[in-house]
C-alpha cells in the first residue's frame, strides 16, 4: 500500500531530476558558463507551467489524503471541532504541502505579470517552502527516536541543502554548480523519502529486532525490542545513507556527462608549442632598436665644433 512519504518522494523524484536534465542541457549547449541562470522551473513545449500544475496536483492530492483520506472519519477534526493528537502530524505534513502549493501558484502569477523581481521572489519562495519543511520535520509532533528519528534527522541534511543553495541562487544567478547541487539535492530528498516509506511503514521491512507498534494514540510507530536491535537498525540507516551517497553521486556525474556529451558542442585543441610559437610572433617579440649611424654623427659632432670655433673668433 502507497504511504505518504512515497507519494511525496515520488514528487520530489521527479522534479528534481526534470530540473537537472534541463540545467545540465542549457549548461552544455551555452557557449560559457556565464549564459547559465539559475531558475527553479522550466517550461515545457505541452505547456508553459507544466511542471508548476504538476506541483499543484501533487501538493493537492496529498493534502486530500492527509486530511480527508487517511483520517477513520475522513476528516480530521473531532466532534467539538479540536484538532485530535493523533493528527496532529497530518497537519503538520499537510502544511509542507501548502507552502510548496504557494510556491507553484505565486511562480504562475510572477511570470505571468512579469513581475521586475520575478527570479528573487520565486528563490524566496521556494527558500520559505524549504525552510517550512524543515522546520516541521524538526519540531515534528511525533516522537521521532530510533530508526524513524535517525531517517528524519538525515533528511533535515538532505532539506538543508536544497534550502542553502536556493538562497544561494539568488545572490549566485549565473552558478551553474549552484543549480546542480540543488537538483542532485531534491532527486536525493525523492529518494529518501520512497525509501523511508517502505522500509519503516511496509510490514515485514523493518530491521531484525524491530517492529511495527500501535500506540495509545493510534498510531504507528517502530520500535525495537532492545538496546542491541535499536544500534543496529540505526547504523544500517547510516549505513544505507552512505550507499545513497555514493550511488547519487555515480548517478548525478554520469548524467551530466551524458548530458554533455549528447548537447555540448565541439572543442578545439591547440599544441601550447604552437600556441606559444604565435604569442612571440604577434605580441611578445621586442621591436628593434633603432640603428645609429656612427660616421654621421662624428661628422655632425665635427661641423658643431667648427661652428663653435668660428663665433669665439
Same mark, same amino acid.
Given at each position: 500500500?502507497?504511504?505518504?512519504?512515497?507519494?511525496?518522494?515520488?514528487?520530489?523524484?521527479?522534479?528534481?531530476?526534470?530540473?537537472?536534465?534541463?540545467?545540465?542541457?542549457?549548461?552544455?549547449?551555452?557557449?560559457?558558463?556565464?549564459?547559465?541562470?539559475?531558475?527553479?522551473?522550466?517550461?515545457?513545449?505541452?505547456?508553459?507551467?507544466?511542471?508548476?500544475?504538476?506541483?499543484?496536483?501533487?501538493?493537492?492530492?496529498?493534502?486530500?489524503?492527509?486530511?480527508?483520506?487517511?483520517?477513520?472519519?475522513?476528516?480530521?477534526?473531532?466532534?467539538?471541532?479540536?484538532?485530535?493528537?493523533?493528527?496532529?502530524?497530518?497537519?503538520?505534513?499537510?502544511?509542507?504541502?501548502?507552502?510548496?502549493?504557494?510556491?507553484?501558484?505565486?511562480?504562475?502569477?510572477?511570470?505571468?505579470?512579469?513581475?521586475?523581481?520575478?527570479?528573487?521572489?520565486?528563490?524566496?519562495?521556494?527558500?520559505?517552502?524549504?525552510?517550512?519543511?524543515?522546520?516541521?520535520?524538526?519540531?515534528?509532533?511525533?516522537?521521532?527516536?530510533?530508526?524513524?528519528?535517525?531517517?528524519?534527522?538525515?533528511?533535515?541534511?538532505?532539506?538543508?541543502?536544497?534550502?542553502?543553495?536556493? +538562497?544561494?541562487?539568488? #545572490?549566485?544567478?549565473?552558478?551553474? /554548480?549552484?543549480? &546542480?547541487?540543488?537538483?542532485?539535492?531534491? =532527486? %536525493?530528498?525523492?529518494?529518501?523519502?520512497?525509501?523511508?516509506?517502505?522500509?519503516?511503514?511496509?510490514?515485514?521491512?523493518?530491521?531484525?529486532?524491530?517492529?511495527?507498534?500501535?500506540?495509545?494514540?493510534?498510531?504507528?510507530?517502530?520500535?525495537?525490542?532492545?538496546?542491541?536491535? +535499536?544500534?543496529?537498525? #540505526?547504523?544500517?540507516?547510516?549505513? /544505507?545513507?552512505? &550507499?545513497?551517497?555514493?550511488?547519487?553521486? =555515480? %548517478?548525478?556525474?554520469?548524467?551530466?556527462?551524458?548530458?554533455?556529451?549528447?548537447?555540448?558542442?565541439?572543442?578545439?585543441?591547440?599544441?601550447?608549442?604552437?600556441?606559444?610559437?604565435?604569442?612571440?610572433?604577434?605580441?611578445?617579440?621586442?621591436?628593434?632598436?633603432?640603428?645609429?649611424?656612427?660616421?654621421?654623427?662624428?661628422?655632425?659632432?665635427?661641423?658643431?665644433?667648427?661652428?663653435?670655433?668660428?663665433?669665439?673668433?
Amino acid at each position: 500500500m502507497l504511504e505518504g512519504h512515497q507519494l511525496l518522494g515520488f514528487g520530489f523524484f521527479v522534479i528534481g531530476v526534470w530540473h537537472l536534465f534541463n540545467h545540465t542541457k542549457v549548461h552544455a549547449l551555452g557557449s560559457n558558463s556565464k549564459s547559465h541562470t539559475s531558475t527553479l522551473w522550466f517550461p515545457t513545449t505541452i505547456s508553459r507551467y507544466m511542471e508548476l500544475h504538476f506541483i499543484m496536483a501533487s501538493c493537492t492530492i496529498f493534502i486530500a489524503m492527509e486530511l480527508f483520506i487517511a483520517p477513520i472519519h475522513h476528516q480530521p477534526f473531532d466532534p467539538d471541532g479540536t484538532i485530535p493528537t493523533t493528527h496532529l502530524h497530518n497537519f503538520e505534513h499537510s502544511s509542507m504541502a501548502m507552502t510548496f502549493l504557494l510556491y507553484a501558484i505565486f511562480a504562475i502569477v510572477l511570470d505571468a505579470k512579469r513581475a521586475t523581481a520575478q527570479h528573487e521572489l520565486t528563490h524566496l519562495l521556494a527558500a520559505v517552502a524549504f525552510t517550512q519543511q524543515f522546520l516541521l520535520i524538526h519540531l515534528h509532533s511525533r516522537d521521532h527516536v530510533g530508526p524513524e528519528g535517525q531517517y528524519h534527522l538525515l533528511l533535515q541534511l538532505l532539506i538543508t541543502v536544497s534550502l542553502a543553495t536556493t +538562497l544561494m541562487g539568488i #545572490v549566485m544567478p549565473k552558478s551553474f /554548480l549552484v543549480c &546542480f547541487v540543488r537538483s542532485v539535492s531534491i =532527486v %536525493f530528498q525523492g529518494v529518501w523519502l520512497m525509501i523511508m516509506g517502505f522500509l519503516l511503514w511496509t510490514p515485514g521491512f523493518q530491521p531484525k529486532g524491530c517492529f511495527m507498534h500501535l500506540e495509545e494514540s493510534e498510531e504507528y510507530v517502530v520500535r525495537c525490542s532492545d538496546d542491541e536491535a +535499536l544500534h543496529r537498525a #540505526v547504523s544500517l540507516v547510516n549505513i /544505507l545513507f552512505s &550507499f545513497l551517497v555514493i550511488a547519487v553521486t =555515480v %548517478f548525478a556525474m554520469s548524467f551530466y556527462l551524458v548530458m554533455v556529451w549528447r548537447y555540448g558542442g565541439k572543442v578545439e585543441y591547440v599544441s601550447l608549442v604552437k600556441e606559444d610559437h604565435y604569442r612571440e610572433e604577434d605580441a611578445f617579440v621586442k621591436p628593434k632598436a633603432p640603428t645609429v649611424d656612427v660616421e654621421s654623427n662624428m661628422d655632425h659632432v665635427e661641423s658643431q665644433n667648427k661652428l663653435t670655433m668660428q663665433d669665439q673668433i
